[in-house]
């Protein structure tokens, strides 16, 4: 399973940008955004299950971000705005199967990232 994610770069802070990932489009399955800054834990960011669409959201961007999915175009969106300096990382678009979970080793496939970066 290839994940390809696209769409980063660099935004000056409040700015807004969308991420996508094309996905395999495989039911019972669910996508995620995690996102990795230089030094620190990688972390989940969103989570979206493919069949009904159900989204969960880390706190941090409650609010500013939205998870999306194209069943069509078998596509998955991170839509970002009001973004803020400390949302610069390198974000990855993943899958598991199953529910959506908030856990990094809990993902089997991920795709290369991409960086996002927020000046302040």
């Known amino acids: 399973v290839q994940l390809q994610a696209s769409g980063g770069g660099l935004v000056q802070a409040g700015g807004s940008l969308r991420l996508s990932c094309a996905a395999p489009g495989r039911p019972n399955y669910a996508m995620g955004w995690f996102r990795q800054a230089p030094g620190k834990q990688r972390e989940f960011v969103a989570g979206?299950?493919?069949?009904?669409?159900?989204?969960v959201y880390a706190d941090s961007v409650k609010g500013r971000f939205t998870i999306s999915r194209d069943k069509a175009k078998r596509m998955v969106y991170l839509q970002m705005n009001t973004l803020k300096a400390e949302d610069t990382a390198v974000y990855y678009c993943?899958?598991?199967?199953?529910?959506?979970?908030?856990?990094?080793?809990?993902?089997?496939?991920w795709g290369q990232g991409t960086q996002v970066t927020v000046s302040s």
């Open positions: 979206i299950t493919w069949n009904w669409g159900t989204t």
């Open positions: 993943t899958m598991r199967s199953g529910d959506i979970s908030t856990k990094t080793g809990e993902y089997n496939y």
